[in-house]
Nanobody, 121 residues
Framework: QVQLVESGGGLVQAGGSLRLSCAAS????????MGWHRQAPGKQRELVAA???????NYADSVKGRFTNSRDNAKNTMYLQMNSLKPEDTAVYYC???????????????WGQGTQVTVSS
């Protein structure tokens, strides 16, 4: 069994910062990629940032220069440092990872339960 657990969400004022963490645990052989997605009320889920093959990239233009994505391979953990937060960043943030488990030795996509980020104006 593989699990992804997000943490670090909360309520913050505009201009503030939060750091999200996503920890992968369980019977893990290898992790191909890890990414952050977010979904605001009434909107589609969007890819915010991802780390693939050791390279971490921000994909959403709206977060470039404000969010920094990083990964600690030794801990199977990915982080999203969010600075200069805006009310429009309010969403549920989900962690996604493509992982090969030791039981079946095949690549599968896993999702965390999500963590709420609310930015007040």
């Amino acid at each position: 069994q593989v699990q992804l657990v997000e943490s670090g969400g909360g309520l913050v004022q505009a201009g503030g910062s939060l750091r999200l963490s996503c920890a992968a645990s369980g019977s893990i052989d290898s992790i191909r990629s890890m990414g952050w997605h977010r979904q605001a009320p009434g909107k589609q889920r969007e890819l915010v940032a991802a780390c693939t093959a050791g390279v971490c990239t921000n994909y959403a233009d709206s977060v470039k220069g404000r969010f920094t994505n990083s990964r600690d391979n030794a801990k199977n953990t990915m982080y999203l440092q969010m600075n200069s937060l805006k009310p429009e960043d309010t969403a549920v943030y989900y962690c996604n990872a493509v992982i090969r488990g030791t039981e079946q030795m095949k690549w599968s996509s896993y999702w965390g339960q999500g963590t709420q980020v609310t930015v007040s104006s």
